[in-house]
C-alpha cells in the first residue's frame, strides 16, 4: 500500500482559542512585568540613561614613615605651619559597629564630631534613638561629640510619601547643628553618611596642607556586607569643604575633582541580622522590598555568604560591559590589608566584617 503524503492543517485556531491563550498570557506577562520589572529596566538602563560626566582624578601619595612635608608637595600643595581643625559631621541612623570605626580611625585628627539622628526612619517609621542608648560606648570621643535629635514625620497608614524629601530635611537641618558645633571659615569639614569612612591619613594630609582644593570628592573602595566583599572603587558621594559661610551640607555631586583611594564604604555591613531587616525597611530605597520572603532571616544570611545581591537586582551600570561584568555574586577577598586600624586590633570583636565571618547572629 502506496503511504499518502502528510498534510499540515490549514485550519486557522479558532478565535475563541485565541482568546483564551491571551487571557493566560496577558496575567502571566502582568505579573512577569511586576516582579522582574526593575532587573529587566536595570538591564536595559545603557540604552536609556547616560552616565555622569567624569570625575578628574587626583593621584592619591601616602606610604607610611613619608614626612607630610613632602607628602603635601607631591600633590602639589605646600605645607602649613598649623593643621587645620576637623569636622565630622554624619546623619545617623543604626550602624554601630561601623560608628566606632569610623571615630576610632580618625580620632586623633578630628576636632568635633557632629551627628545628628532622627526619631523616625526616611520611610516615616518609628524609631529608637541607637546613638544616645549607646553613648557609653563611645566615651573615648565624648570631648569631641555634638549630638542632636531631627524630629522626624510618622508616615500615616496608606501614605506614599517620598523618603527622600525626609532625608533632604535631615541632611539639611544638619548645616544649624554644624554651625553650633563652633565651625570657622578655613576649618575641614567631611560630609559623608557614617558607612563611608575617609582613612585616618587621607584627613591628616588635608589638614596639614595649604592649597587644597575647597570642595573635593573622596573615592572609597565600596564593600558590601563586609571587608570580605570588594566591589568596586565607585563610591564617590562622601566629600569634604574648606569651610565658608555658603558651605552647605550635601550628599551629592558638588564638584569634577575626586581623591583617589582615599578611604572605605561598607555597605550594610551589620553584626546582626535584624539590623539589615531594619536597613532594608527603613533607607531610602525601601520601595526595593519587593515581597515580604526578602526579610526572612535564612534568606538574608544565604545571601550574605554568597555575596548575592539582597534585592535581587542588577548592578546599576551604565554599560553593558561593566554591567555583565558585575553579574552574579561578588568574589570574595582574603585580605585585611589597609583595613581601619581599629578592625584589626579588635579583629575578635569585629569577625563579622572580616574574611570568613559572613555567618550572622
Not at 520589572?37 to 538591564?43: A, D, L, P, V
Not at 530605597?285 to 515581597?291: E, Q
Amino acid at each position: 500500500m502506496a503511504l499518502r503524503p502528510l498534510r499540515l492543517s490549514s485550519r486557522r485556531t479558532p478565535p475563541k482559542f485565541l482568546f483564551i491563550g491571551l487571557l493566560i498570557l496577558v496575567p502571566i506577562c502582568v505579573i512577569g512585568s511586576f516582579i522582574y520589572g526593575q532587573k529587566i529596566s536595570y538591564f536595559f538602563r545603557p540604552l536609556w540613561d547616560n552616565p555622569p560626566s567624569p570625575f578628574e582624578h587626583l593621584p592619591h601619595y601616602y606610604a607610611e614613615n613619608v614626612s607630610m612635608d613632602h607628602l603635601c608637595r607631591l600633590h602639589g600643595w605646600s605645607l602649613r605651619s598649623v593643621p587645620r581643625r576637623v569636622f565630622d559631621a554624619i546623619i545617623f541612623s543604626n550602624e554601630l559597629d561601623l560608628l566606632e570605626i569610623r571615630w576610632r580611625e580618625l580620632h586623633p585628627y578630628v576636632t568635633k564630631f557632629v551627628i545628628l539622628e532622627a526619631n523616625t526612619t526616611f520611610t516615616g517609621i518609628p524609631k529608637p534613638l541607637f546613638f544616645a542608648a549607646n553613648r557609653d560606648r563611645f566615651s573615648f570621643a565624648e570631648g569631641k561629640i555634638v549630638h542632636s535629635v531631627f524630629p522626624g514625620r510618622i508616615a500615616s497608614y496608606g501614605s506614599h510619601e517620598d523618603p527622600f524629601v525626609l532625608e533632604s530635611q535631615q541632611r539639611g537641618a544638619m548645616n544649624g547643628l554644624i554651625r553650633r558645633a563652633g565651625i570657622s571659615s578655613g576649618d575641614l569639614l567631611i560630609m559623608s553618611d557614617t558607612d563611608e569612612i575617609p582613612s585616618s591619613h587621607t584627613v591628616k594630609l588635608l589638614q596639614w596642607c595649604d592649597e587644597v582644593p575647597q570642595v573635593l570628592h573622596l573615592e572609597l573602595r565600596h564593600y558590601m556586607y563586609s571587608f570580605e566583599f570588594p566591589v568596586d572603587y565607585s563610591s564617590w558621594r562622601a566629600t569634604v569643604h574648606i569651610y565658608s559661610p555658603r558651605t552647605q551640607y550635601r550628599h551629592s555631586r558638588q564638584t569634577d575633582l575626586i581623591l583617589s583611594d582615599a578611604g572605605w564604604h561598607c555597605s550594610f555591613c551589620f553584626r546582626h541580622l535584624r539590623e539589615f531587616v531594619f536597613k532594608m525597611t527603613a533607607y531610602s530605597h525601601a520601595d526595593r522590598v519587593k515581597h515580604k520572603d526578602f526579610l526572612k532571616y535564612s534568606r538574608i544570611q544565604k545571601l550574605i555568604c554568597r555575596g548575592d545581591d539582597l534585592f535581587d537586582m542588577l548592578p546599576e551600570e551604565y554599560t553593558f560591559q561593566e554591567l555583565i561584568k558585575k553579574m552574579g555574586p561578588i568574589t570574595r577577598s582574603a585580605s585585611a590589608v589597609h583595613l581601619p586600624a581599629c578592625l584589626i586590633e579588635n579583629a575578635e570583636k569585629f569577625q563579622f566584617l572580616l574574611p570568613g565571618g559572613c555567618v550572622r547572629s
